[in-house]
């Protein structure tokens, strides 16, 4: 079946990092469009970042550029989003996703197909 688990989630204070990890089964990940979006209590989900299944291009929304790069491995069917500096408006659950448009706007939670449970990132002290 279509699946995608993320993993990496932890409490960190303010200037930390974290790298999250996002597994795909079920297609392979150069196949659909990949984007991470995250979304804070109270809050609607947003989108973080997107990398295009074609030729790896990379978008990201104001709020992280700069701080999160997103990457793809193929053989091991994963994507990962690092996350430098932290700040505590990053506190969220993050959430891979598949299947929808990668452009310069980063992505609409609408149009994408498959989601993972989502993983906790606090930044707090």
């Known amino acids: 079946q279509v699946q995608l688990v993320e993993s990496g989630g932890d409490l960190v204070q303010p200037g930390g990092s974290l790298r999250l990890s996002c597994e795909a089964s079920?297609?392979?990940?150069?196949?659909?469009?990949l984007g991470w979006f995250r979304q804070a209590p109270g809050k609607e989900r947003e989108g973080v970042s997107c990398i295009a299944s074609t030729d790896s291009t990379r978008y990201y929304s104001n709020a992280v550029k700069g701080r999160f790069l997103i990457s793809r491995d193929i053989a091991k069917n994963t994507i990962y989003l690092q996350m430098d500096n932290l700040k505590p408006e990053d506190t969220g659950v993050y959430y891979c996703?598949?299947?929808?448009?990668?452009?310069?706007?980063?992505?609409?939670?609408?149009?994408?197909?498959?989601w993972g449970q989502g993983t906790q990132v606090t930044v707090s002290s």
């Open positions: 996703a598949a299947g929808g448009p990668c452009t310069e706007v980063v992505g609409n939670a609408w149009a994408y197909d498959v």
């Open positions: 079920g297609f392979t990940v150069d196949f659909k469009h």
